[in-house]
């Protein structure tokens, strides 16, 4: 099985909400091993405009645009990552 993508925006210079997903993403990522694959933006890229983002940080799960303008509580975000597949 492919590792779920978890694409994560954060704001330059980083903001509290940005520092904590971070945290976040790296404990769960930790946890989840392979299963998930974490690539993180940092400032308004290309891919920022392209899925039209007004915000950040901001996560993407897959293909869905899961949390914007805030950090996710653990339970949340395990939540997105199962209805994306996550064992």
Do not use: K, N, W
């Not at 976040?24 to 899925?51: F, T, W």
């Amino acid at each position: 099985m492919d590792p779920i993508t978890v694409e994560v925006f954060l704001s330059v210079p980083a903001c509290s909400g940005g520092v904590a997903v971070r945290r976040l993403l790296e404990s769960v990522s930790a946890e989840c091993g392979e299963q998930i694959d974490v690539v993180y933006h940092e400032g308004r890229d290309d891919r920022y405009e392209e899925l039209r983002l007004s915000s950040a940080p901001a996560i993407i799960v897959g293909d869905l645009v899961r949390f914007i303008g805030l950090c996710p509580t653990r339970e949340g975000l395990i939540s997105a990552l199962r209805e994306a597949g996550l064992r």
